[in-house]
Nanobody
Framework: QVQLVESGGGLVQAGGSLRLSCVAS????????MAWYRQAPGKQRELVAFIDSRSNTNYADSVKGRFTISRDNAKNTVYLQMNSLKPEDTAAYYC?????????WGQGTQVTVSS
């Protein structure tokens, strides 16, 4: 069973930065896509960013220009660099990986941005 472990969340002031990490229990070469989702209280989980096996990326409009997703296959890790954070970025952030029709999720890491 694939395991994804996120870290790097925390409390930050508006305008600050955080970097989230997601370490996979197996080589990230095997995943077709890896992604970050977030879910704020009372809201649906939404896609923040994804990266495919060729390192093509896509972002939600709300984070374009502020967030950057990257993957380090040698470390089995995907990152989410978050800059210029806003209070509306407050949410639990989840790592997601997909291959061969199966999807895997991490347990989530909380990001709280104070105004």
């Amino acid at each position: 069973q694939v395991q994804l472990v996120e870290s790097g969340g925390g409390l930050v002031q508006a305008g600050g930065s955080l970097r989230l990490s997601c370490v996979a229990s197996e080589s990230t070469y095997t995943f077709i896509t890896m992604a970050w989702y977030r879910q704020a209280p009372g809201k649906q989980r939404e896609l923040v960013a994804f990266i495919d096996s060729r390192s093509n990326t896509n972002y939600a409009d709300s984070v374009k220009g502020r967030f950057t997703i990257s993957r380090d296959n040698a470390k089995n890790t995907v990152y989410l660099q978050m800059n210029s954070l806003k209070p509306e970025d407050t949410a639990a952030y989840y790592c997601n990986a997909a291959k061969f029709g199966r999807t895997y999720w991490g347990q989530g890491t909380q990001v709280t941005v104070s105004s």
